[in-house]
């Protein structure tokens, strides 16, 4: 099992940045790939960003790049969403999701195992 805790959602101005966090605990972090997703209201879950064991592989949702960047850290358990140049249609909770990969990332929701919690994020004009 792998628990996943993020954490930085708030309220926010559009132009704004934020960046959140998630903290994962349960099983050696660094044999997992990391995925952001989020969902707005009356929407489906979608795909933000995703970043491979070692760091050195990331991808990106269309809607997001250049603008989001995802990292991590393996010695804290942690890995990160910046998001800057907000936009009201950022908001949202997102979720950070983890599962065993060797290699690469995934963007679909189904490959993932762990989910946190989530955390809003709301961008005002």
């Known amino acids: 099992q792998v628990q996943l805790v993020e954490s930085g959602g708030r309220l926010v101005q559009a132009g704004g940045s934020l960046r959140l966090s998630c903290a994962a605990s349960?099983?050696?972090?660094?044999?997992?790939?990391m995925g952001w997703f989020r969902q707005a209201p009356g929407k489906e879950r979608e795909f933000v960003a995703a970043?491979?064991?070692?760091?050195?592989?990331?991808g990106y949702a269309d809607s997001v790049k250049g603008r989001f960047t995802t990292s991590r850290d393996n010695t804290k358990n942690t890995v990160y969403l910046q998001m800057n140049s907000l936009k009201p249609e950022d908001t949202a909770v997102y979720y950070c999701?983890?599962?065993?990969?060797?290699?690469?990332?995934?963007?679909?929701?189904?490959?993932?195992?762990?989910w946190g919690q989530g955390t809003q994020v709301t961008v005002s004009s």
């Open positions: 970043i491979n064991w070692s760091g050195l592989s990331t």
């Open positions: 999701a983890a599962t065993p990969a060797s290699a690469g990332w995934y963007s679909r929701p189904g490959r993932y195992n762990y």
């Open positions: 349960g099983r050696t972090f660094s044999n997992y790939a």
